[in-house]
Structures are given as C-alpha cells and as structure tokens.
C-alpha cells in the first residue's frame, strides 16, 4: 500500500516576524540615530491590587517621541508598528495619526524597521517632509 504523503505549506518567514520584535529593533534603531523617543502603552492597566489604571488614550502610537530639527527645533514623532504581516491600523490609531500629522508632526505606521530607518534618511534631508500615506504599505481599518 502507498503512503499518501501531505504537501507541506510554504511558509512566508516574515508571517513568524512578531509585532514586538519590529517594535524593539525599531526602538533599538531610534537610539541608534540619536531620535528622543519612547514605548507607549494604551488602555488599562490592571494593579496587584486589583484596581485599574489609565494609560495613554486608546489609539495612541506604540512610540512617541520628537525629531530635532535644528537648534532650538523638533517635531512631534509618532510611530504605529505593525507586524510584517497580517497588522491592521484600527480606525482610533489612524485618527491619532491622522491628527499628529495634520498638526505638524511625523506620523509613521512600520512594518518593518528598514522602512523606519528609510524614513529617517528623508527626514535627515528634509525634517519638514509630510508622509501622507504614513509609510505603509500594509490594511487600514476603514
């Protein structure tokens, strides 16, 4: 009798990429480049008590920061990471980059911390430079 072997899947490598390491190496690269910024957390957080405290507004990117722009000068900086695949920005995390950018500031969805450093090589020409489509390639909620 023949065996009935099973074809195996292939698999992507970037779908095994998790959020948080994009998150860390994109943290890691900021640091690099001399970017004043910062993880963020959103929602509740729960006490050993068992009482609830706010963190940052829902929607909130995972890092905030700011960019010098010369002496005396910076822009607010916002970054939303997002795994390589399978993330979707939420309709809250587009409202609060969508408002970042409008005032002035940089607004950037990662999936990958090559886009990142990318980025940054625009902003080292040109620290006014508007992305309007916040550098993803990736789903937004509608």
Do not use: H
Request: hydrophobic share 45%; proline share 3%.
């Amino acid at each position: 009798m023949a065996k009935m072997t099973r074809r195996k899947k292939a698999i992507d490598p970037a779908s095994l990429v998790l959020e948080e390491s994009v998150l860390s190496a994109c943290l890691d690269l900021l640091e690099l480049r001399k970017v004043k910024a910062w993880r963020t957390n959103s929602g509740l957080a729960i006490t050993s008590r068992g009482g609830a405290i706010r963190l940052a507004p829902a929607g909130t990117a995972d890092i905030i920061g700011y960019y010098r722009c010369g002496v005396g000068r910076s822009r607010f900086l916002a970054v939303e990471v997002k795994r390589p695949v399978g993330g979707v920005v939420s309709r809250e995390q587009i409202a609060f980059l969508t408002d970042v950018r409008d005032s002035g500031g940089i607004a950037l969805v990662i999936n990958r911390v090559d886009n990142l450093n990318a980025a940054l090589d625009m902003l080292a020409v040109n620290p006014w430079v508007v992305f309007d489509d916040f550098w993803y390639s990736g789903r937004m909620q509608k």
